[in-house]
């Protein structure tokens, strides 16, 4: 494709950006109050030292993850949860990638890693009480979860939007998404079929946790996991390409700053979505109440950690 079609079609993606569910998600964001989520009172020395320092490989950021996932159980912290999940997608990415999975290696390291970056960057702000640079969505997922007021479910989920709905268009941003567009595109889009399969193996594991407790969980949710699934599966992910595309061709500075607002919005929307009034507030009570007094942390952690490294 030429580079004035390329424009062409970056200008069209940015129109894309904007539907009438995303709109509906910037005002659930401008009526959210961020400001609400504090960090705690005082940075945990052990938590800061090993997010300190940028992660030079997939290795390495799986390895960190998972001593920061076993610190954050040991403390009963449940910023655990989505590190759960996203320590294991680490580790099944480089997988993949040392068996040849993808087309493009290197790109495939460099985007892991820094992927990871982004969300260790955040943490470790968030750890030390910097606000400044805790994005709004990474600001709700961690103080929701150092709160202990949502569901487990919910703090899964408010991890996942924060990573896929913010950081991911700003990590193809910053790996590149040229030369050979095409495919880079598919291996971003197969990285899908892994993600998809976490997914659903933390869906069976959480159900199994409340139905412990509350007699068909699945039907008192409705809809809510399938939908809080598709905040952080396919369509996050071509959004996020999307993004990144206009902000790669379109050099036309309000565009692009425009694509960042949107970005963010989005993804604070999402996370005020996670915690609205989804479910019948009775339901939500009593699954609240489980949590309290039928479910351990370390139970929760221990069910969804061994259904997803069945996956």
């Keep these: 494709m030429t580079a ?6 970056a200008y069209g993606d940015a129109a894309r950006l904007l539907d009438a569910r995303r709109v509906r998600g910037m005002a659930r964001a ?14 945990d020395a052990e938590l800061v030292a090993v997010a300190q320092g940028a992660f030079e490989s997939v290795a390495d950021a799986a390895e960190r993850l998972r001593t920061l996932e076993d610190l954050l159980r040991e403390r009963e912290d449940r910023r655990a949860v989505f590190l759960t999940i996203y320590t294991r997608m680490t580790e099944r990415i480089h997988a993949r990638i040392a068996d040849g999975g993808f087309a493009d290696a290197e790109w495939m390291r460099a985007y892991t890693t820094t992927f990871a970056n982004y969300y260790r960057r955040a943490f470790l702000a968030f750890e030390r009480g910097e606000l400044g640079a805790v994005p709004d969505p990474w600001r709700i997922a961690f103080g929701t979860a150092t709160g202990g007021d949502a569901l487990v479910m919910q703090d899964a989920f408010l991890g996942i ?4 709905n913010y950081d991911l268009a700003l990590t193809l941003r910053d790996v590149g998404i040229d030369a050979d567009r095409a495919a880079k595109l598919a291996d971003h889009r197969a990285v899908n079929e892994v993600l998809a399969r976490l997914i659903d193996a933390q869906q069976t594991a959480l159900a199994e946790v409340y139905a412990a407790g509350v007699a068909d969980v699945d039907a008192a949710l409705g809809r809510l996991d399938e939908r809080l699934s598709l905040l952080g599966l396919r369509e996050g992910r071509e959004q996020a390409w999307r993004v990144a595309v206009v902000l790669t061709d379109v050099g036309f500075p309000p ?7 949107v970005l963010r919005a989005t993804a604070t929307g999402g996370a005020a979505f996670v915690l609205g009034p989804t479910v019948d507030p009775d339901v939500l009570a009593e699954l609240r109440r489980f949590e309290r007094e039928g479910v351990e942390l370390a139970d929760v952690l221990e069910r969804l950690g061994d259904e997803l490294d069945a996956t």
């Excluded at 939007?161 to 896929?164: E, L, R, T, V, Y």
């Excluded at 565009?255 to 607002?261: E, H």
């Design 255 to 261: 565009v692009a700053s425009l694509a960042r607002w």
């Design 30 to 43: 401008l009526r959210h109050d961020v400001e609400q989520y504090d960090p705690p009172d005082t940075p």
């Design 161 to 164: 939007n924060a990573h896929i």
């Design 4 to 9: 004035p079609l390329r424009t062409l079609s």
